[in-house]
């Protein structure tokens, strides 16, 4: 059993707590009713894209055990068999969407979507360079699509932009974490090459910051807020990603975003800090 939960990475689901954006940034936090339906969605989410871990385990089995990381997952392994986490997908998938449909229709339907674009990457997408990369953003997405669905808060375009860009900053990285690992065991990686995927990198680090910026400066946030003071959170979005390329360039840990922010201290000390600076200025304009 314990193989088969490690299987389903539930250290992933740290990934869906971008569901939760526009009930923070739609100032909706303190409506308890609300934040219930939001954490059942997160739940049922979560469900779902732990079945999206088993199936792409399944598929990716025989890649998996030329990896010298991932050779160690419960399915490539050989600790968790096939069969067991196929049906163990089936049956969180079903789950997961009979609790969305019983929520939200449409959030159901865009949960779907997100279990056929995953398919699709998983076969096809994840080899076509760069798609690749807006895939994963695209995922992230989701995510912010389904919380803006259930909270009822229309989402803003610079939320939006911040999400995707902050995803297409993990996935780079991630792939720039894989193109070392592959490197070093003289296996090749041909679709990127050290020196494109730092570039890429460098692009997109500068451009959450920027993002993040007009975001927090734009006139029409300073409206909705009715406070200008959002800018002071600007040093905790900087020094996040400055402390996450610190650890993926000395710790060689960028394969793993979730491992990432469970093992830094200073990484979860600053998330907490950016919240608690959100939250005091968007809800009581300190």
């Not at 389903?8 to 569901?19: D, E, T, V």
């Not at 910051?209 to 406070?227: K, Q």
């Not at 905790?236 to 402390?243: A, D």
Request: aromatic residues 12%.
């Amino acid at each position: 059993m314990k193989y088969l939960l490690a299987a389903m990475r539930p250290h992933q689901w740290l990934k869906n707590f971008f569901i939760f954006l526009p009930l923070i940034f739609g100032q909706k936090l303190l409506d308890i009713g609300l934040c219930l339906r939001i954490l059942y969605v997160f739940v049922g989410f979560s469900l779902v894209a732990s079945a999206i871990y088993l199936l792409n385990d399944i598929m990716d089995i025989e890649q998996d055990k030329l990896n010298p990381e991932k050779r160690n997952r419960p399915i490539a392994s050989g600790k968790v068999t096939i069969s067991k986490a196929a049906i163990t997908a089936l049956v969180l998938i079903t789950a997961g969407l009979i609790g969305a449909f019983t929520l939200n229709k449409n959030c159901a339907y865009v949960i779907i979507i997100y279990i056929i674009l995953n398919f699709l990457y998983m076969k096809f997408l994840k080899k076509v360079m760069i798609i690749d990369i807006f895939c994963v953003g695209a995922f992230f997405y989701i995510r912010i699509l389904i919380g803006g669905l259930i909270s009822g808060v229309e989402l803003s375009n610079w939320i939006i932009i911040c999400g995707v860009l902050l995803a297409l900053f993990l996935a780079l990285n991630k792939r720039r974490h894989d193109l070392g690992v592959f490197d070093k065991q003289g296996i090749a990686f041909s679709r990127y090459n050290p020196q494109l995927i730092d570039r890429m990198i460098s692009i997109i680090s500068s451009s959450v910051v920027m993002a993040y910026i007009l975001y927090a400066t734009d006139a029409r946030t300073i409206e909705r807020f009715g406070t200008n003071r959002l800018i002071y959170t600007v040093p905790f979005v900087f020094y996040g990603v400055l402390r996450y390329l610190y650890i993926v360039d000395t710790k060689r840990l960028g394969g793993d975003p979730a491992r990432i922010l469970i093992g830094d201290g200073k990484m979860q000390l600053n998330l907490a800090l950016w919240l608690v600076a959100s939250i005091s200025v968007i809800y009581f304009k300190i």
